[in-house]
């Protein structure tokens, strides 16, 4: 079976521009977290969807915004860019909203 | 808020045992987990322990927990140099996101 998998690997992008990052679950799972890891440090949560609700959100402005289709697949997008958002964006897919959280590869956003 | 502490570097030879150590502030959290992250990739589940166990074994992996000091560790037996990561501790907070530490860089030396 295949993990979690997110779409593109990398990415650059300049201030002020807007972004769409794509989470796809391990098959069966049915919520999807996202994450942000700047260099050097922890993975700090973002949000968390569950049966396509928002079930958790973390301290991050209101650019952030994600949402989750019927398919259970996940988009994360930001709206005006700034340098402090590169970082790489990790999405966790899990079975219910209350199990172990298994990570894809990462999208590495960079912000010039 | 929950706070999840780390040492950043861990040095030991190949072959040797290494101990990652961890302390937490949320008493209520029900699963503590460890990851594992090589460079440029995700982060790679290794293991978890739930906070009615006071160890958990598995192949070459061992943690222990201390609840009454909130403090995790992982023991890593016969490392070996694909041992070689980051080494991250996350305690589940109430609406299940994960609080990570800042990751302890274990260098496994040949």
């Known amino acids: 079976d295949a993990g979690v998998t997110q779409s593109p690997t990398h990415l650059i992008k300049t201030r002020g521009q807007h972004v769409t990052l794509r989470c796809s679950p391990i098959s069966g799972h049915k919520s999807v977290s996202w994450y942000q890891q700047v260099l050097g440090q922890g993975p700090q949560f973002i949000f968390q969807y569950y049966e396509k609700e928002e079930r958790g959100r973390g301290n991050f402005p209101d650019r952030f915004s994600a949402r989750q289709f019927p398919n259970y697949s996940s988009e994360l997008n930001v709206n005006a860019l700034l340098l402090g958002d590169s970082a790489l964006y990790l999405c966790a897919s899990s079975l219910g909203g209350k199990e172990t959280q298994y990570f894809g590869p990462g999208t590495r956003l960079l912000v010039l | 808020g929950e706070d999840v502490e780390q040492s950043l570097f861990l040095s030991v030879r190949e072959g040797d045992s290494s101990v990652i150590n961890c302390t937490y502030t949320d008493s209520s959290s029900t699963y503590l987990y460890w990851y594992k992250q090589e460079p440029g990739a995700g982060l790679q589940l290794l293991t978890y322990?739930?906070?009615?166990?006071d160890m958990k074994q598995d192949q070459r992996l061992t943690v222990l927990l201390n609840k009454k000091d909130k403090h995790l560790s992982l023991r890593i037996a016969d490392t070996q140099t694909g041992d070689s990561a980051i080494y991250f501790c996350?305690?589940?907070?109430?609406?299940?996101?994960?609080?990570f530490g800042t990751g302890t860089r274990l260098t496994v030396i040949p």
């Open positions: 996350a305690e589940r907070g109430g609406a299940n996101n994960l609080f």
């Open positions: 322990i739930f906070s009615n166990m």
